[in-house]
């Protein structure tokens, strides 16, 4: 087959198994003189004519099988399909800073809200007598491994009442890294967990000092025998104090 540039006249001779539409017109480009060309070719009598497919109408799509009706209870209400169960939602990285601070949300101080409590202390003989001592004042006593295990449970934990050693694994007051946790947790947190530190310098109940340190009590290392009766002082002390709080809170609408 020959066709001719418009152009130049160059004759090219197109071999007889080149695929080109007969009857619709198509572009090349001369390889002598670089034009570009439009041609349309003759089809023979006895050539069919080159499919149009872009006048073929697309598939109807298959029909959908009839959904069966789901069963439905005694009352009328649908039946959840059968699938695995939805689980839970858990607390994860997913969730935004308002929600984690609501799972953290602690009781308020008082007889039916003392449930749990924290014992950071590295003598395992002080540990031990704290621990009797709180379980048996109705308390359900976490002991801390050390410094990172109390960090991790202090930020983490629902605790109402806290005892720290103040010299906790070689610490001062100035490097105590818990004392630090605690100065960093929120005043809605923060009101509502008691905290005592307990050292061989500081006076039971020395509330300046306590204030001083931005905690709920003082309790000399000597006492630890008498936790009882200084723990129902020093909580009855601050249930106070935050009952006339709660109160204003209250007057003026906050939560």
């Known amino acids: 087959m020959i066709i001719e540039c418009s152009f130049c006249q160059k004759k090219l001779n197109i071999p007889p198994n080149a695929k080109l539409p007969l009857g619709k017109p198509f572009s090349f480009t001369c390889p002598s003189c670089g034009q570009k060309n439009t041609v349309t070719l003759e089809a023979p009598p006895d050539a069919p004519a080159s499919p149009d497919f872009t006048a073929i109408p697309p598939a109807a799509p298959p029909p959908r099988a009839p959904v069966p009706p789901s069963p439905a209870r005694p009352d009328g209400t649908a039946f959840r399909e059968a699938g695995p169960p939805i689980p839970p939602p858990q607390a994860g990285p997913g969730y935004s800073v308002n929600e984690v601070r609501s799972i953290m949300e602690l009781d308020d101080i008082g007889s039916e809200g003392l449930k749990s409590a924290l014992v950071a202390y590295d003598s395992e003989e002080a540990q031990t007598l704290l621990e009797q001592k709180l379980t048996a004042m109705g308390y359900k006593v976490s002991l801390a491994l050390n410094v990172r295990d109390a960090a991790k449970q202090l930020k983490f934990g629902r605790f109402q009442v806290v ?75 601050v249930s106070k104090f935050f009952a006339t709080y709660n109160e204003l809170r209250s007057q003026r609408g906050e939560e």
């Open 163 to 237: 005892l720290i050693q103040e010299d906790y694994y070689g610490a001062t007051i100035k490097s105590n890294q818990l004392l630090k946790a605690v100065n960093s947790l929120e005043l809605a947190i923060r009101r509502k967990m008691f905290i005592g530190l307990i050292g061989p310098s500081f006076t039971s109940l020395d509330d300046l000092r306590a204030f001083s340190l931005s905690l709920d009590t003082v309790i000399n290392s000597n006492d630890i025998e008498d936790i009882e009766r200084l723990l129902i002082s020093g909580l009855g002390h």
